[in-house]
């Protein structure tokens, strides 16, 4: 926006309607494309970092293509790093149902076993069941604010390995499907990073949690008591006062700061088919408290393809 703008100037205060106290706002009377003014997309940005999430409805204009096109006006794209992008764009996925449920009814970060990970991603919902499938955030700053200080403390030097690896165990009931896919993953690549389990926000300051389902351990700390720290300060995340839940429909677009946020696709609409496609802008390496950066430990790519990273 130029130095003379402000939101109010840009997208009225009338169509920011919050959708809870702590996180998120449903942003009305925008019709989202790759050619917005400058001054838009800056709101869209500014907004975007006050609620850590916001929701358009009435999107159903965008196809892939202009849903890369609008993303592209966010940052640069990027692919996912061990799959393939939708045939026709650079770096739309999509999120099928039909063909397995690995990131469904689990906390998490998008890409997190990566340094890098996606600082913003962009869904946009084109089959939603009749009923369920709703998508829940949480905001990972305010849930570092409720930790009691000597909680805050400890989670400031705490490291956690987070990997795409995982065991079937964790998934109540895995498929046929998701080990099908999940094999292919492990033929494709393999990623492993240590995260500060708080990062600073580079463009807020704020410091959030990274935690979520691709967390295997804390460095130095034993199996035992790492889970319950663990579960300690995932417990803060999941409290209903930092969440916020959407209830798609077709043609939605929900944008989030992966930064500070961690969200759960809930699985609760049987039979039913559910198609999402997600657009992931590219992000900085994660910044703990004390200055030091996330570090990759295994980042092997096994196999070429002109849609991988």
Not at 113 to 119: E, H, I, M
Request: hydrophobic residues 40%.
């Amino acid at each position: 926006m130029r130095a003379t703008d402000t939101i109010d100037t840009v997208i009225p205060r009338t169509d920011i309607v919050k959708r809870a106290a702590r996180i998120g706002a449903e942003i009305r009377n925008i019709k989202l494309s790759g050619d917005l003014p400058n001054q838009t997309i800056a709101a869209i940005k500014s907004l975007l970092l006050e609620h850590k999430v916001i929701f358009f409805r009435d999107q159903g204009h965008l196809d892939d293509a202009e849903q890369e096109r609008f993303a592209l006006r966010l940052g640069r794209l990027v692919p996912p790093p061990t799959f393939s992008a939708k045939m026709g764009t650079m770096s739309i996925f999509e999120i099928d149902s039909a063909r397995g449920g690995i990131w469904t009814d689990n906390w998490h970060i998008d890409l997190a076993y990566v340094d890098a990970y996606p600082k913003i991603l962009v869904l946009r919902g084109v089959l939603i069941p009749p009923v369920g499938g709703d998508t829940v955030w949480s905001n990972t700053a305010a849930a570092y604010l409720d930790l009691p200080p000597p909680l805050q403390r400890l989670a400031d030097d705490l490291w956690a390995v987070h990997s795409h690896a995982f065991d079937f165990a964790d998934i109540a009931h895995p498929s046929e499907v998701d080990k099908k896919l999940f094999d292919e993953r492990l033929a494709r690549a393999s990623f492993e990073t240590e995260h500060p389990v708080v990062r600073v926000h580079p463009e807020t300051g704020e410091r959030t949690l990274v935690l979520g389902f691709y967390v295997k351990r804390f460095v130095d700390v034993p199996k035992y008591a790492g889970q319950r720290l663990f579960d300690l300060f995932e417990s803060h995340v999941t409290a209903p006062e930092n969440t916020v839940r959407w209830n798609w429909k077709q043609g939605d677009v929900v944008i989030w700061d992966n930064r500070a946020t961690m969200h759960y696709a809930a699985k609760d609409y049987g039979d039913q088919r559910r198609i999402v496609r997600r657009a992931a802008i590219d992000g900085e390496v994660p910044v703990s408290v004390d200055g030091r950066c996330s570090v990759p430990r295994v980042k092997v790519i096994k196999q070429a393809s002109a849609n991988v990273a």
